[in-house]
Every structure is written in structure tokens, then in C-alpha cells.
T-cell receptor, first 114, second 114 residues
Framework: NAGVTQTPKFQVLKTGQSMTLQCAQD?????MSWYRQDPGMGLRLIHY???????DQGEVPNGYNVSRSTTEDFPLRLLSAAPSQTSVYFC?????????????FGPGTRLTVL | TQLLEQSPQFLSIQEGENLTVYCNSS?????LQWYRQEPGEGPVLLVT?????EVKKLKRLTFQFGDARKDSSLHITAAQPGDTGLYLC??????????????FGKGTLLTVNP
């Protein structure tokens, strides 16, 4: 199993450009999430999905779109990049269930917006 | 939004010392998780605590969940340089519904010097 994979690992954008951060998992997990991590701010939830075709907003959704057409993939789209979106982005997945199951994180994408 | 406050924010100690880091909230959590994140990588789950008063041990790491399920602590005995990293606590909302949304604390950055 590859676990959770993210591409690209690094990206530099100019203000106003758009791009898609890719995330895939091969563990057949129902739940997938996108977080951003900024110094001193911890991990903040951007969007999440509880299954294919179902997505919802997290704590900081503005400026980001998501879709979940398959169980495996959960791409994050930046529509018009802004310097405030400079951050490290983590995708995560875990099994659904009554228990608080382990959340598996990808290696992250470090994004800089100039 | 239920907040998780972690303290201290930074901790630098010598190899062999003991330490305790804390995760506190004014809200009740149905369970809490502790993650460790190393530089350039995603967080990795260390433990999940679900019962008030529960104590779990993972080699030199001891995790405790408060009786009222509002706080948790992580104690490391005889710290080693390999313990260096960002320690994050996380939990789902207690008030009914699904547990698919996690709240993360801002973390404690631990440095263990040889």
C-alpha cells in the first residue's frame, strides 16, 4: 500500500493563478480531508468528504474547491491564488465508524504564492 | 468550534530528561488523539484515548485522558533525540453526530538535544 499520496511536493504560483493539488489513497477509506498548516496555527480543516460525491466545508474553506468523484481521489482546487494561501497543505484519510479511527496523512504540498 | 489549547508551545530539553506536555479544553471530547509530526512529513498517530481517566503507555511515552474528558497529557521519560518533533492533540466534537471532523491543537514543538 502506498497510503496517502500527494502531488506536487512543492509549488510556486503567482497571484491569480489557479492550480489543483492532487491527493489519492489506496486504503479504501471513506473519510478524506484537506488541512493547511501555518506557523503557530496548527492544522486547520479546509474541506472534507465522507464518501464519493459528498463534500462539506471545514474551518477555512474560502478560496478552495473540492470534489470527490471516486473513493480514492480528493483533489483541492485553488481558483485564484492569493499570498494568504501560502502554506503547507496536508491531505488525510481514515475509515468511517463509531470508533475514532486513525487518520493517515500524506507527506504534504508546500505552496508559495508570490 | 471546540478549541484545544496545547502547552507549552516550545520545549527544549537535554537527552535523558523527563517532560510533560498538555492539551486542554473547556469542552468535553468523546476521545482524543495524539500525533507526532517530524520536519517535512505529515503527522503520525501515536495513541487514541477514549475513556475518562484512561492511561496508555507506549514505551517511554505515557498518555492520560482527564476524568472529565476535557484534558490530556503526554509524559515522556528519559527523552531521546529521536523524540524531537511537533506533538499535536486532536479530537472530534462531543455533541452527537459523526466524528468525521477533527479539531487540532496548535502543537508543542519538542527539541531533545544530545
Amino acid at each position: 500500500n502506498a497510503g496517502v499520496t500527494q502531488t506536487p511536493k512543492f509549488q510556486v504560483l503567482k497571484t491569480g493563478q489557479s492550480m489543483t493539488l492532487q491527493c489519492a489513497q489506496d486504503m479504501n477509506h471513506e473519510y478524506m480531508s484537506w488541512y493547511r498548516q501555518d506557523p503557530g496555527m496548527g492544522l486547520r480543516l479546509i474541506h472534507y468528504s465522507v464518501g464519493a460525491g459528498i463534500t462539506d466545508q471545514g474551518e477555512v474553506p474560502n478560496g478552495y474547491n473540492v470534489s470527490r468523484s471516486t473513493t480514492e481521489d480528493f483533489p483541492l482546487r485553488l481558483l485564484s491564488a492569493a499570498p494568504s494561501q501560502t502554506s503547507v497543505y496536508f491531505c488525510a484519510s481514515r475509515r468511517a465508524g463509531q470508533r475514532m479511527n486513525e487518520q493517515f496523512f500524506g507527506p504534504g504540498t508546500r505552496l508559495t504564492v508570490l | 468550534t471546540q478549541l484545544l489549547e496545547q502547552s507549552p508551545q516550545f520545549l527544549s530539553i537535554q537527552e535523558g530528561e523527563n517532560l510533560t506536555v498538555y492539551c486542554n479544553s473547556s469542552s468535553v471530547f468523546s476521545s482524543l488523539q495524539w500525533y507526532r509530526q517530524e520536519p517535512g512529513e505529515g503527522p503520525v498517530l501515536l495513541v487514541t484515548v477514549v475513556t475518562g481517566g484512561e492511561v496508555k503507555k507506549l514505551k517511554r511515552l505515557t498518555f492520560q485522558f482527564g476524568d472529565a474528558r476535557k484534558d490530556s497529557s503526554l509524559h515522556i521519560t528519559a527523552a531521546q533525540p529521536g523524540d524531537t518533533g511537533l506533538y499535536l492533540c486532536a479530537g472530534p466534537p462531543h455533541s452527537g453526530g459523526s466524528n468525521y471532523k477533527l479539531t487540532f491543537g496548535k502543537g508543542t514543538l519538542l527539541t531533545v538535544n544530545p
